[in-house]
């Protein structure tokens, strides 16, 4: 590598906000003044928030100057496993801009929103070939809503035929956010342990499903980066004692027109548009986690829904099975804009084809780096391989240091210390927009950063010294609480 | 395609590290019975340029009803309000080291969102007068439905009473999000003058919170400081959403009235409506009860030179560490409109946000009275910000359908949710509605 370390450029500080700006200052062109003012009530009036005052120019120099202190797609390699942080395409930025979508109001009469409507039929119809389900709901608006409805789903189904369960099985390759939305339900999780090869036995889960259990939540491929080999197998056994087998989609990104996943038994899985689909993170969201079903779920998907007739767009609640309403209005449109429009761009081919190179991408890293850490399951990777720092913390270097360390080479860390079954993991996902060079790049990189740590582990200890900021300290920031200046 | 770097040399060279021979032969731990038959059945790909031009005419059908005289003048609210968005936001949202960036695990090379997200807890907490603020919800329905859960979980009691004017939207995701826990809601009925009666509060037992949402559904400034008192007599934690969040530019704010817990709609400050989604869910609350909250939260703290610095912190509190005892299940929360929403508030600044806040006040009260000079029936007296209940003759339904004809929609009709408000529209006004507008909208209405 040419030039290892990531060069030093102008970095600007810049205050908080409210330590800047004058009263009286504006960054707002305010609207003509044509009405008079009417009395408002003196015991209704307040004195106005306390936010300082600052003109246009101000807002724009503040956050152009924070951007510089981020780093994103678009600046480099952004490995963070089970992320999926593809690049995010421009033109369906501006879609999603479009006057007639980003000005639409939701409670307008459905003949003045049919392009909206029909955008979203048609997405929820796309999503449902390209994963092999029969339906979909758009509504939930991240992942984790996503989860929280497909728990809803299995319990209004149970319901229906006046079952009352209280258990719900979730492996240890799940996704974090799993226990915590069926406990949103009222579900007790019952961890299972995957097998010697990073996935779930048949054995292990028959072991556990009972006739209180109300069925599984299985990440797959699951956050090892493996493929559930025995997902109809599972199914199978789960059905059987008439539980309902949920799917964790946020991997999808490497079985794109590959699986079916209703043939492998799923009856409920759940899609990140902000992963696979290519919306951008935004830093934490906006998401969109729509739920797709198999057909004896349809009933209970939450309202409303769309329905056509003769080429009329129309929205209905009336669905009595329904687990209800999730979100204020229809989920998040403005990503699934962005979902749709890369579809279209990609087709068929282009989708198999992404899912082909993010699996390729992620088996050569594999290869390149498994002889400098340690790779506790070596076997044919999906989008994602995880590593772990056992080498390294014979030196007392550990995964963190590691990770800080990359970050002044000018790339993302990978995603740290998950999945919980590998101590110290480092899950590694590099996406199909990552050209050869550019993990080669990386691999070289992190390669050093693995001498490093036999030989000058100092070097990794004070990382980083390339970013705005040293090493923060998280534990002061939590033992003496500041959320607010 | 254009995303995709990997030329056929490159393909071949990295199959070859692999070890394998095609690019099938990567799947080999897929078995047969979970695999596709044959590809999905999707549309062929469009270039950049035909997915420009069919999207332009899918938006186009999406607003001019038919005509081609532009965007509609909506006279609607009820949870999205149309207000100016300035250009320096559009143009800063465009910087893609916000939009590419996934929520900041790793702090040092995310202190422009984090600094940002402090930012935004920050002025939020002061908009909506508490003590701290979290980094953002779904939605105004999502974080209405985390406080009440908030409160049952810090009062360890099962029942809640909700406001009927509170959006029907947000009582349904609520009712969604505590009927499968076996959680009881109490409904409180409105009073004749448009808000929330809370008289039956005390015949109610082992109530955790009560919740109304200020300004209410119909626009009407709920009395807060009353309402905060009855809560504090009966012991039980307050809880005040809202969706139109600029009304705290010139209204007193909630946490000055007792309100343990504030949360609402962020759309409002620089978020487009985009039919519904995304939004912002702002959610506050006393600091005593910061360990309950759910979502993410930002931290100052210090780095190893002891410079200032921002962390994602408390997250023992969280679903990734607490599993299935986290206060929440969510994780990917609606940062970027936060963002919006922090740049919006900033531009505005306290001068502004006054000033503005007036503005879409009186100017609502003009098309009020005006309509009501008119000689219709303004259904309730209660001061009111940007929203009002107009009852209008039993045809009206004629002359609503002749005015969307003319690109004006002429308010919410209020049955669906609410029976006995027949022939009951909820109008609204912002500041994106001139005088002349009004006028003419009023001159229609009597035509």
Redesign the interface.
Same mark, same amino acid.
């Given at each position: 590598m040419n030039k290892p370390l990531a060069p030093t450029g102008l970095n600007l500080d810049?205050p908080?906000?409210?330590e800047m700006?004058k009263?009286?200052?504006?960054?707002?062109?305010?609207? +003509?003044?044509?009405?008079?003012?009417?009395p408002?009530?003196d015991?209704?009036?307040?004195d106005?928030? #306390?936010?300082? #005052?600052?003109n246009?120019m101000g807002?724009?120099r503040?956050?152009?100057r924070?951007?510089?202190?981020?780093?994103?797609?678009?600046?480099g390699m952004?490995p963070?496993g089970s992320?999926t942080?593809?690049?995010?395409?421009k033109?369906n930025?501006?879609?999603?801009?479009?006057?007639?979508?980003?000005?639409?109001?939701?409670?307008?009469?459905a003949?003045?929103?049919?392009?909206?409507l029909?955008?979203m039929l048609e997405l929820e119809r796309?999503l449902a070939?390209?994963t092999?389900m029969d339906a979909v709901s758009l509504q939930p608006?991240?992942?984790?809503?996503g989860?929280?409805a497909g728990?809803?789903l299995i319990?209004a189904y149970l319901k229906s035929r006046n079952v009352t369960r209280n258990k719900i099985i979730i492996p240890d390759t799940a996704h974090?956010?799993n226990?915590? /939305?069926?406990?949103? &339900?009222?579900y +007790?999780?019952v961890r299972v342990k995957s097998g010697d090869q990073g996935i779930l036995t048949p054995e292990a889960i028959s072991e556990v499903m009972d006739e209180d259990t109300a069925g599984i939540m299985i990440t797959n491929p699951n956050t090892l980066g493996?493929?559930e080999?025995h997902?109809?197998a599972i199914s199978d056994i789960v059905h059987g004692k008439g539980g309902q087998v949920y799917c964790d989609g946020a991997n999808m990104n490497a079985?794109m027109?590959?699986?079916?996943m209703g043939? =492998?038994g799923v009856d409920v899985l759940h899609l990140?548009l902000?992963k696979t689909f =290519?919306a951008?993170?935004?830093?934490?969201?906006?998401?969109s986690g729509p739920v797709c079903v198999a057909n004896h779920l349809v009933p209970f998907l939450?309202v409303p829904r769309i329905l056509e007739g003769n080429g009329i767009y129309s929205l209905s609640e009336d669905f009595p099975q329904s687990?209800?309403?999730?979100? /204020?209005?229809?989920?998040?449109?403005?990503?699934m804009?962005k979902a749709y429009?890369y579809?279209?761009?990609?087709?068929?081919?282009?989708?198999?084809? =992404?899912s082909?190179?993010a699996?390729?991408?992620a088996?050569?890293i594999k290869?390149?780096l498994k002889s400098a850490f340690h790779l506790p399951y070596d +076997?044919?990777c999906?989008h994602e391989c995880v590593f772990s720092d056992k080498i390294q913390r014979e030196q007392k270097i550990t995964t963190l240091d590691m990770?800080?360390r990359l970050?002044d080479f000018g790339f993302?860390?990978p995603?740290i210390y998950?999945p919980l079954v590998v101590d110290g993991a480092i899950m590694i996902e590099p996406t199909?927009?990552? =050209?050869?060079e550019e993990i080669d790049r990386f691999i070289e990189a992190f390669r050093i950063v693995a001498t490093e740590a036999a030989e000058s582990p100092e070097l990794l200890r004070?990382a980083?010294k390339r970013?705005?900021?040293?090493?923060?300290?998280?534990t002061?920031? &939590?033992r003496q609480? &500041?959320?607010?200046? | !395609?254009r995303? @995709?770097?990997?030329t056929p040399e490159?393909?071949a060279?990295? @199959?070859q590290?692999?070890? $394998?021979e095609s !690019?099938?032969d @990567?799947?080999?731990?897929?078995?047969d019975?979970?695999?596709?038959?044959s590809?999905?059945?999707?549309?062929?790909?469009?270039t950049?340029w035909e997915?420009?031009d069919?999207?332009?005419?899918?938006?186009?059908?999406?607003?001019?009803?038919g005509h081609d005289d532009g965007?509609?003048m $909506?006279f609607?609210g009820?949870?999205?309000y149309?207000h100016?968005i300035?250009e320096?936001i559009?143009?800063?949202l465009?910087?893609?080291?916000?939009?590419?960036?996934?929520?900041?695990?790793?702090?040092?090379?995310?202190?422009?969102?984090l600094?940002?997200?402090?930012?935004y807890? *920050?002025?939020t907490?002061?908009?909506l007068g508490l003590? $701290?603020?979290n980094?953002?919800l779904?939605?105004?329905?999502?974080a209405l439905a985390e406080a009440l859960l908030m409160a049952m979980r810090i009062t360890r009691k099962k029942k809640v009473a909700l406001s009927g004017v509170i959006?029907p939207?947000?009582r349904?995701?609520v009712?969604?999000?505590l009927?499968?826990?076996?959680l009881e809601i109490v409904l409180l009925p409105c009073l004749e003058n448009g808000r929330t009666d809370i008289s039956g509060l005390q015949d109610v037992e082992d109530l955790a919170a009560v919740a109304v949402q200020s300004p209410n559904f119909f626009g009407c400034?709920e009395d807060l400081?009353a309402l905060g008192n009855m809560c504090r007599e009966n012991d039980v934690l307050f809880i005040t959403a809202f969706t139109e969040p600029l009304a705290?530019?010139?209204?007193?704010?909630p946490g000055?009235q007792g309100a343990h817990i504030v949360c609402g709609?962020g759309q409002s400050l620089g978020i487009?409506?985009?039919?519904?989604?995304?939004?912002l869910g702002m959610f506050a609350c006393k600091r005593q009860y910061?360990r309950n909250m759910p979502g993410?939260? $930002?931290?100052? *703290?210090?780095?190893?030179?002891g410079?200032r610095?921002?962390?994602l912190?408390?997250?023992?509190r969280e679903?990734?560490i607490?599993?299935?005892?986290?206060t929440?299940?969510?994780? *990917?929360?609606?940062?970027?409109?936060a963002?919006s929403a922090? !740049?919006y508030?900033?531009?505005?600044?306290?001068?502004?946000?006054?000033?503005?806040?007036?503005?879409n006040?009186?100017?609502a009260?003009?098309l009020r009275?005006s309509l009501r000079q008119a000689g219709f029936r303004i259904r309730f007296d209660t001061?009111c910000f940007n929203e009002f209940v107009v009852e209008f003759p039993p045809d009206f339904e004629l002359t609503y359908n002749r005015l969307?004809k003319k690109n004006m929609?002429a308010g919410?009709p209020l049955s669906t949710w609410y029976p006995e408000l027949k022939h009951h529209y909820l109008l609204c006004v912002t500041?994106?509605r001139?005088?002349?507008d009004m006028d003419a909208f009023v001159k229609e209405v009597l035509s």
């Open positions: 810049e908080l906000l409210w700006g009263p009286g200052r504006t960054g707002f062109s305010m609207p +003509r003044r044509d009405v008079e003012p009417f408002l009530d015991g209704l009036a307040g106005g928030p #306390d936010f300082p #005052d600052l246009e807002v724009v503040h956050y152009t924070l951007s510089q202190w981020n780093f994103g797609v678009d600046t952004y963070l992320c942080m593809k690049y995010n395409p033109i930025e501006k879609c999603s801009q479009l006057k007639g979508f980003a000005g639409l109001h939701p409670m307008l009469p003949d003045m929103t049919q392009g909206a029909g955008l796309f070939e390209i092999g608006a991240a992942g984790a809503q989860e929280l728990m809803l319990h974090g956010t226990p915590a /939305s069926a406990a949103l &339900c009222g +007790r999780p493996l493929f080999a997902i109809k079985i027109g590959m699986v079916h043939r =492998s990140n902000h =290519s951008p993170h935004g830093g934490g969201g906006p998401g939450p687990l209800g309403r999730l979100h /204020s209005f229809f989920g998040n449109f403005g990503v804009i429009a579809i279209l761009s990609l087709g068929a081919a282009g989708l198999m084809k =992404s082909r190179l699996v390729l991408n088996n050569y290869e390149k +076997r044919p999906m990770a800080k970050m993302h860390p995603t998950f199909e927009t990552e =050209s050869l004070g980083p970013c705005r900021v040293e090493r923060l300290d998280e002061l920031a &939590c609480p &500041c959320l607010v200046g | !395609m995303y @995709l770097p990997h490159d393909m060279a990295m @199959l590290v692999v070890g $394998v !690019m099938d @990567l799947f080999s731990t897929v078995p019975e979970c695999r596709r038959r590809a999905p059945d999707l549309p062929e790909p469009l950049e997915l420009d069919h999207m332009a005419t899918l938006s186009g059908k999406s607003t001019t009803h965007a509609p $909506v609607i009820a949870g999205r149309e100016f300035p320096s559009n143009y800063l465009g910087r893609s080291e916000f939009t590419t960036a996934y929520t900041p695990y790793q702090p040092e090379m995310s202190q422009g969102t600094q940002a997200i402090y930012e807890q *920050t002025l907490a002061r908009l003590e $701290v603020a980094a953002s779904y939605d105004g329905a999502s959006h939207h947000y349904q995701v009712q969604t999000y009927d499968p826990a076996g400034i400081a705290y530019g010139i209204l007193k704010n000055l709609e487009p409506r985009w039919f519904g989604g995304p939004g910061m993410r939260l $930002v931290g100052q *703290t210090l780095d190893k030179q410079r610095g921002f962390v912190t408390l997250a023992t679903q990734h607490r599993r299935e005892k986290a929440s299940n969510i994780c *990917t929360n609606s940062s970027l409109c963002l922090a !740049m508030m900033a531009s505005l600044g306290r001068t502004g946000i006054r000033e503005l806040a007036r503005l006040y009186d100017k009260a003009y009275e001061p969307l929609v919410l500041e994106t001139s005088r002349a």
